[in-house]
């Protein structure tokens, strides 16, 4: 329990914490909120941690701190990658775990070294998802690191006090509820002539 004095010394201290003061300051501090929460919707997975992906956000946009809708975009997309990079990693463990509990059964007497190796030549050999595996890990690595290149690209031009835009907002959602009236009605497109539009 907080004692009378350290409930008054943070009140105080909380007081002192004003958050930003200019215009400029304002406008990138009312961005912090929205990056995690227009793609997270779309990029975690049912059973995954919306709180792990909105701290993953967050800290890459202190980290950053994206000045404009560019930056932001770039930030997004490092964000996401990362996050499915962790994915594969959390994927690559749980194989390795259940094909370890299926070697464990036939070699009960194996050490861990061991039972790993054997794990991991049953995996090589005979699937595809260590390769697979690689191949995501390697394209969302790539990912993260040409948006953060391009990122230190554009900090690295001279800030001519470029003019400023209202914040980007894109729709994240890649699925149309209402797929089927217009996908399986029958309707023709342009190269179908007929359609109406």
Excluded: C
């Excluded at 980290?63 to 990693?89: C, G, I, K, N």
Aim: charged share 20%; no cysteine; proline share 6%.
């Amino acid at each position: 329990m907080a004692t009378e004095r350290q409930i008054k010394s943070n009140r105080a201290n909380a007081a002192k914490s004003t958050g930003p003061v200019t215009p400029e300051g304002k406008r990138i501090s009312s961005q912090n909120a929205a990056l995690p929460g227009l793609v997270s919707g779309t990029v975690v997975l049912k059973g995954e941690s919306m709180r792990r992906f909105n701290d993953l956000a967050a800290a890459l946009i202190l980290q950053f701190q994206p000045r404009d809708s560019a930056e932001a975009s770039l930030v997004q997309t490092m964000t996401v990658a990362r996050w499915r990079l962790l994915r594969m990693w959390g994927v690559q463990t749980a194989g390795f775990e259940l094909e370890m509990a299926l070697q464990q059964s036939g070699s009960p007497a194996a050490s861990g070294a061991v039972l790993a190796a054997i794990t991991f030549r049953a995996l090589a050999d005979n699937s595809r998802a260590l390769a697979l595996q690689h191949r995501f890990e390697a394209s969302y690595d790539r990912q993260y690191n040409r948006a953060l290149a391009m990122l230190l690209k554009l900090r690295e031009t001279p800030d001519s006090t470029p003019p400023t835009y209202p914040p980007l907002q894109l729709a994240t959602e890649t699925w149309d509820d209402d797929f089927s009236s217009e996908a399986n009605s029958g309707v023709t497109s342009e190269r179908n002539p007929g359609r109406d539009e």
